[in-house]
């Protein structure tokens, strides 16, 4: 019913920037929470930012400043504009939606497949 696609990702040196997408398809009328999560390897998945559908926004500590979330709701698409990359930084990145309202359905969670941002000299 519900499918996140991501896009963006990839091999950056630190100080570098990445952006990364997320669209959800599926006969979409609403979408309340987006969000981003990562997950280093041998470490929990963390939430790394989410925006309501309203604008407002929260962030990990440890990447305020740096990343930038923002969504377009005509779009149901989420990015993560994430600026000054730090080695720590280096993770597999999920998109998530939360409380998705169809013509026909009600979603409470949805995830992308993920996609690698590496951060290395």
């Known amino acids: 019913q519900v499918q996140l696609l991501q896009s963006g990702g990839g091999l950056v040196q630190p100080g570098g920037s990445l952006r990364l997408s997320c669209t959800a398809s599926g006969n979409i009328l609403s979408i309340n929470t987006m969000a981003w999560y990562r997950q280093a390897p041998g470490k929990q998945r963390e939430a790394v930012a989410d925006?309501?559908?309203?604008?407002?926004?929260d962030y990990l500590d440890s990447v305020k400043g740096r990343f930038t979330i923002s969504r377009d709701n005509a779009k149901n698409t989420v990015y993560l504009q994430m600026n000054d990359l730090k080695p720590e930084d280096t993770a597999t990145y999920y998109c998530n939606a939360g409380g998705v309202r169809g013509s026909d359905f009600f979603k409470t969670s949805a995830w992308g497949r993920g996609t690698q941002v590496t951060v290395s000299s």
């Open positions: 925006i309501s559908s309203g604008g407002v926004t």
